[in-house]
């Protein structure tokens, strides 16, 4: 992750692709997200993070209907840390 000041960030994104059984066309899916963290002290930090996942051809999802499997997902959180060690 990437850092300015006390806050971090990182960024993914990803797409695949497969051939189809039948013709010439490959079916794809893509998904990304975006990772963000602050630290309000060094054993206290506020999380979060935002993703979309897209797979239009049903690759990996697939949906009763047939349409395309879209979603998007939002979390936040608090990290604290209750000791350096644990064991």
Do not use: H
Not at 34 to 57: C, M
Not at 68 to 79: L, Q, Y
Request: net charge negative; glycine share 10%.
């Amino acid at each position: 992750p990437a850092a300015i000041g006390k806050f971090e960030y990182a960024a993914a994104f990803d797409v695949g692709t497969q051939d189809r059984l039948e013709g010439a066309n490959q079916d794809q899916w893509m998904a990304w997200v975006l990772l963000g963290r602050y630290s309000v002290t060094d054993a206290v930090k506020l999380t979060g993070r935002v993703e979309q996942y897209f797979d239009p051809d049903g690759v990996i999802v697939s949906t009763p209907s047939g349409d395309p499997f879209k979603t998007v997902g939002v979390s936040i959180g608090v990290d604290v840390e209750l000791a350096k060690r644990l064991w």
